[in-house]
T-cell receptor, first 109, second 116 residues
């Protein structure tokens, strides 16, 4: 089967740094993506890793270790608007994305 | 900025009825997808579509479901004989031609389907 595990909830304060982990076990692997979803909204693409290492995009960075089947999303200088759910997603085939269980991030003042 | 648009935003139907969910993908994108998200749960892949045919589908996408690209802009998901458990948010997504292995999928705002 396919499984992507994430912590269910993470809390942090404005200005802090938070890391959201994702461990996966899938039948295929082409890359790991991260999506943000605000309540009632659409998933929005944040970041993608196909190879081991760190990818940085502004305040957000994503890391992948293929040998450990593990990745994380790092959010720096947290803002209130970052309160949302964050999903890791593995591209298991040519196009198919398998999403993780999601992590709800709560940012407080 | 180009976006994926979905209509309607909310669809209410009676169990056993047929519904059609509509999507307009981003204009230069070639790959189209449907996903669903039951309230409070993760996003689940249903089907991908390329070159006017299904390229991949999940075990959820059974004979009750069908997809179609009736013209150059629309992409539809038809659910025949809806069941209570079909109640969910349905997301359409699209992506451009695959390059360098990336497959950035852009999602629409979704259609909330409520089956009564």
């Amino acid at each position: 089967g396919q499984s992507l595990e994430q912590p269910s909830e993470v809390t942090a304060v404005e200005g802090a740094i938070v890391q959201i982990n994702c461990t996966y076990q899938t039948s295929g692997f082409y890359g790991l993506s991260w999506y943000q979803q605000h309540d009632g909204g659409a998933p929005t693409f944040l970041s993608y890793n196909a190879l081991d290492g760190l990818e940085e995009t502004g305040r957000f960075s994503s890391f992948l270790s293929r040998s450990d089947s593990y990745g994380y999303l790092l959010l720096q200088e947290l803002q209130m608007k970052d309160s949302a759910s964050y999903f890791c997603a593995v591209r298991t085939g040519f196009q198919k994305l398998v999403f993780g269980t999601g992590t709800r991030l709560l940012v407080s003042p | 900025e180009p976006e994926v648009t979905q209509t309607p935003s909310h669809q209410v139907t009676q169990m056993g009825q047929e519904v059609i969910l509509r999507c307009v993908p981003i204009s230069n994108h070639l790959y189209f997808y449907w996903y669903r998200q039951i309230l409070g749960q993760k996003v689940e892949f249903l089907v991908s579509f390329y070159n006017n045919e299904i390229s991949e589908k999940s075990e959820i996408f059974d004979d009750q479901f069908s997809v179609e690209r009736p013209d150059g802009s629309n992409f539809t998901l038809k659910i025949r004989s809806t069941k209570l458990e079909d109640s969910a948010m349905y997301f359409c997504a699209s992506s451009e031609a695959l390059r360098t292995g990336k497959n950035i999928q852009y999602f629409g705002a979704g259609t909330r389907l409520s089956v009564l």
